[in-house]
């Protein structure tokens, strides 16, 4: 009986030996656990991508269009028009011109822009008591000066013919100021040109908020 008592009270003894040694009880609140967000990389923001608008090419520095090359535009020069605004011209011609544009709220670099594409503007100079038809034909910014005239003078390609003379850019932009239909001009074509179909050409050499104030009157 002793023996047994003797085991018992060892295994009581070192019970309470093992719970005095071991850490202290935890008093006051829990630990925090650990935080979702610690435990994993902050994630990095994806690059935001960017609309890239397309560039816009630059005017060449010179252009020119062979108007002995231009059938039309001599046929239309052969006309008499009486007129006193260019805007008057959609009218007048109708059954003698099939495909004629109003190119209103221009500038000189969107002649230049016509110029470069191969369609050749015509402007209305009131610079003499009658009002005259001119087309622009040739421009070149190295010497900052514009050819304008009649085609029917031009004899060849570059000819400063009776038919053309030769304005610095100043002298030209004075010069279409006294035409009475502000900065416009109209194009006559071999196939009709809708609004869309210029404003597209324009694009290709000048800013797209430049072009979109650019207004077209075509049949």
């Not at 829990?30 to 923001?45: F, K, M, V, Y």
């Not at 050749?120 to 003499?128: A, G, N, Y």
Request: glycine share 6%; aromatic share 6%; with cysteine.
């Amino acid at each position: 009986m002793r023996p047994h008592l003797f085991h018992t009270a060892s295994i009581f003894a070192l019970s309470i030996l093992l719970v005095s040694c071991g850490p202290p009880p935890q008093t006051g609140k829990l630990p925090p656990i650990p935080s979702a967000n610690r435990s994993r990389p902050a994630p990095t923001s994806a690059p935001a991508k960017t609309r890239t608008a397309a560039a816009t090419g630059a005017l060449p520095a010179s252009a020119a269009i062979n108007v002995t090359k231009k059938p039309i535009l001599k046929t239309f020069f052969r006309m008499d028009h009486d007129i006193r605004r260019l805007e008057d011209l959609y009218a007048t011609t109708r059954g003698k011109v099939q495909n004629l544009s109003v190119v209103s709220n221009c500038n000189l670099e969107v002649l230049k822009a016509f110029v470069a594409t191969g369609w050749t503007p015509v402007i209305l100079s009131k610079r003499t008591a009658k009002g005259h038809l001119l087309a622009v034909m040739k421009y070149d910014d190295a010497d900052q000066k514009i050819q304008i005239g009649n085609p029917l003078g031009v004899r060849r390609k570059g000819a400063g013919a009776r038919g053309a003379r030769t304005l610095s850019y100043p002298e030209f932009e004075k010069e279409w100021a006294t035409g009475g239909s502000g900065k416009a001009c109209v194009l006559i074509t071999s196939k009709r040109l809708h609004d869309v179909e210029i404003h597209a050409a324009l694009k290709k050499y000048l800013p797209e908020e430049q072009v979109d104030q650019v207004r077209v009157r075509s049949r």
